[in-house]
Every structure is written in C-alpha cells, then in structure tokens.
C-alpha cells in the first residue's frame, strides 16, 4: 500500500530564505506526483505536477524535483514570502490499475515578516 | 470560469438523516472524485469515477455512496450518517487520470459536514 510522507509537519521561518520541503514515497510504480497548496479553510490548489518520466518542474519561485527511484520528491521555494504561509501537500498517483491519490498528511509553512 | 463546484458549503445535521453533496464540474472532465480531510489523518480518497457510469472505492468508502450518470456531476451520498462522518469534504476532477495524460487535479472550496 502506498504510503506518502511529509515531514516535518510545520515550519516557521523568516522571510526571504529558500525552503525546502519534503516528500517521500515508498511505491515508486507511480503515474505521477503532485504538489499542492492549501489556505486555511479553502481547497487545494495544484502547484506542479511531475510525470513519473521526468525529473523536474518549475513555476516562479517554486522548482519540484522527483527522483522515482529513491521514492522522493522536493519542493523548493525561493525566496520565501509572507503569503507563501500555507499548508503544503504532495501526492502520488500509483500505477496497477489502483487509480488511487494518495496524500500526504502536509507541512504547514509560516513565513515571518 | 472553469470550477469544481460543491454545496452544500457548510451543513450541521443529525444521525441518520440521509443527505447529498453535489459536486459539479464545467470542464468536460472524465475523471472526478472526493475526499474528506480530518486533522492528523489528512486527505483520504472516498470514491472516484474514470468517466460516466464508471465509479470505484478509494481508502474510506464504508457509510458513502456516489454515481455518475453525467459527465459534470458526481454527487456524494450519506445514506444514514453518523457522528464519524463529521469532516471536511473536497470534490475534484481531472481531465483524464493515470497514465493517459496530465492529471491536475481541480478542488472544489470544500463541505464542511457535521453531523450530531
């Protein structure tokens, strides 16, 4: 069963530093991975996805690594701001015919004036 | 404005009393589903649909059932509700799913059902 894994579960830091946050896997069968943003009582919002075939995506600040193979995937952030605060979760699409999401439980990110 | 559509937004109810969730998408998406987001245990799959008429469990389907008689629509039923469903609930499509292409994933603003 897949299982994805964030960790830590918060962060707090202060502006202008470049974050990296991360996500774990451990099926590496996957279609793909996603990494999305959450505001306090909103829905979801999908900041990039990977295709299991590639290794990178990049959107402004933010730059989305996958290495398959070790079941791991990064976010980066450069240049952190005050509205990047939000919750952030990463999830898997496995292969086998499951067409199964599975999420991470995500990383609340506070960023300080 | 392409959107994933949910409402009720906000429901307070009691056990047993049998309530639907609609969820309506206007971008032609095959592939559609729902979630519910409980603290520590973060976003669990309920249901999903391929297409029309084609819906599957995902991790927590006991006490739901969906359909799908309309490519746009996949509501989200609670027969007879119980307090353990109180939670907070996301629809979201996709144009295709898996290995058929580019499966960004658009989210409905959220349930919030509680039930007493």
């Known amino acids: 069963k897949q299982e994805v894994t964030q960790i830590p579960a918060a962060l707090s830091v202060p502006e202008g530093e470049n974050l990296v946050l991360n996500c774990s896997f451990t099926?590496?069968?996957?279609?793909?991975l996603q990494w999305f943003r959450q505001d306090p009582g909103k829905g979801l919002t999908s900041l990039l996805l990977?295709?299991?075939?590639?290794r990178e995506q990049t959107s402004g600040r933010l730059n989305a690594s996958l290495d398959k193979s070790s079941g791991r995937s990064t976010l980066y952030i450069a240049a952190s701001q005050p509205g990047d605060s939000a919750t952030y979760l990463c999830?898997?699409?496995?292969?086998?015919?499951?067409?199964?999401?599975?999420f991470g439980k995500g990383m609340k990110l506070t960023v300080n004036p | 404005e392409a959107q994933v559509t949910q409402n009720p937004r906000y429901l307070i109810t009691v056990t047993g009393k049998k309530l639907t969730v609609t969820c309506s998408q206007n971008?032609?998406?095959?592939?559609m589903s729902w979630y519910r987001q409980d603290p520590g245990l973060g976003l669990r799959q309920i249901y999903y649909?391929?297409?029309?008429?084609?819906?599957d469990k995902g991790d927590v389907p006991e006490g739901y059932k969906v359909s799908r008689k309309e490519k746009r629509n996949f509501p989200l039923i609670l027969e007879s509700p119980s307090p353990n469903q109180t939670s907070l609930y996301f629809c979201?499509?996709?144009?295709?799913?898996?290995?058929?292409?580019?499966?960004?994933?658009?989210f409905g603003a959220g349930s919030r059902l509680t039930v007493l």
């Open positions: 990977i295709q299991s075939s590639q």
């Open positions: 999830a898997v699409e496995t292969q086998g015919g499951s067409e199964k999401l599975v």
């Open positions: 099926d590496s069968a996957i279609y793909n």
């Open positions: 971008m032609n998406h095959e592939y």
């Open positions: 649909s391929m297409n029309v008429e084609v819906t």
């Open positions: 979201a499509s996709s144009l295709f799913s898996g290995g058929a292409g580019a499966n960004v994933l658009t």
